[in-house]
């Protein structure tokens, strides 16, 4: 019987041994909260990008008649205080959301990733000296770091995702770092190194590949609080200008009607609250998902 | 423990050292030349000039970093250039209102975030654990701003129960302290409670997996005395080294969380000046923030040492 079950289990065709991503993937799948994260998410950008086809008004079109209009049939979520659709605002207001979140993780991982990667590989002085740089930032709390550059850049949506990128950085210098320091030791990397490959190919061939999951789930974190941090700069009026819209600064200006109009800070503030909850169901998912002591 | 003590202040010095340059190099990201845009719209000749002698901008930059470096080690955080007030004076009188919001909200943090994680540790995989979940997921996923914006609109307009903004001193009127405090305490807390929650939740599970727990409830002590008086002893140790790294959230969190009740505390401070282009206050509010943050830190990590025997006598 049991000849018969290593005989059946050697004789398993080797397309059926599961690939680490499609095992992820069947594990995320299952994840309810994960799925309707992501399924949000696919939602918001899907508007983002069709933007101008969903939604009969323009985004900065004022309208003297229509100022500070209650939701109704024509105007779903109302309108502000310049007579402005508050749904195309809000559905325009997703794309600067959207791409100062990838835009400044993107910068964050830019920088990031290669200085962790050398600290963590190359150790020595310029592992030293990567950490004190990195603990001095972490020192800084993020978003007060994020204020002080924009600031000192200037206001612009532009400014901002640098601002925001920068203050990040540091979270994913210290993460690889890390990761590169359990995985340098393993036998594989010891064997890549063993047959001569360079030091920069065991770095990008062989180290970064086993370290992306760990910088996907924190990638999918991290958008999250960039679009918190995005909306709170463009709230402070250091983050996109006016009249574009942002959800930000379409809370500010809210702000000033709460008496008169309170419908304008409800939906830019769910807006935000709904993207920012499916980035992090998303990545609460893709880190079980992927945590290899789950399997 | 002195050792311990000693080591961690060391360490200090390169990260306050970094700290200094990276807050001092601010400045040479505005673009052109500083004097001039310090100097504000009406770019009076004589105020640049002033400004340029002020901050030595004549002189190479390693040089600038040096007297500003000075200035700070003997107190002196530069002088606001709108209002032409000390930083440091600035400082001093934004602190407390500030230091009662924080304080405010952290203990809101603690009742609310551990509270709700002991329960839903205790009642795994109950009703009371989703919500606690949930609750945590909700903390973690609003904006600070925008719950802000509408408790005030729950609590200020509709309900007129609460002050929509301003700030009384404890001294003078406690409740009226209390009742313009309470709101904005309750959005610094609520993030940090999220955090707190899902710390105490998993400190406590892995607990109350522990033998000694089993051992507790094997002598038949009651469940109220497994949980207060041993498992949670235990459980809240780590969760206080990882509650000090939310008193980053805690300070960024004041910036948006004054600025919308219109608290006259240190964020409001920080964007006001960023605001009136005040950049030597930016510059010494940021310093004050990082340090002590990075202070802090310092004492989550000796009193972790100090609640836990086993440390302590390494």
Redesign the interface.
Known sequence: MADAMLTASLMKPVESVETPARRALRRLVRRRGALLGLAIIVLFVALAIFAPFVTPYDPTAQSWTSVRKAPSLLHWFGTDDLGRDQLTRVIYGARASLAAGVISVGIAMGVGVPLGLAAGYLGGWLDALIG??T???L???????A???A????PSLGNAMIAIGVATTPIYIRLTRGQVLTVKVEEYVEAARAVGNPRWRIAIVHILPNILPALLVQATLSI?AAI?AE??LS????GQQPPAPSW?SM?NS??RF??NA?WM??W??LA??LT??SF??LGDGLRDALDPRQR | MLNFIARRLLQLIPTLFFVSVLIFSLQQLLPGDPATIMAGEERDPEVIAQIRHQYRLEQPIPVQYVYWVKGVLSGDLGESMRIHVPVRDLVLEKLPVTAQLAGMAIIIALVIGVGAGIVSAVKKNSAWDYAANGLALWGISTPNFWLGIMLIFLFSVKLEWLPASGYVPLTEDWKASLAATIMPAFVLGNSIAAVLMRHTRSAMLQVLDSDYVRTARAKGLSERTVIFKHAMRNALTPVITLGALELGTLLSGTVLTEQIFTIPGFGKLIVDSVFNRDYAVVQGVVLVTATMYITLNLIADVAYILVNPRLRES
């Open positions: 004190r740089v603990d001095a930032m020192a800084c709390p993020y978003l007060i770091l204020i002080a550059l600031a000192f850049l200037g999250a918190i909306a709170s709230f402070l009026g250091l930000g809370l809210a702000q709460l008496i309170p800070a409800v830019p503030g935000i609250f920012v909850l992090n169901l």
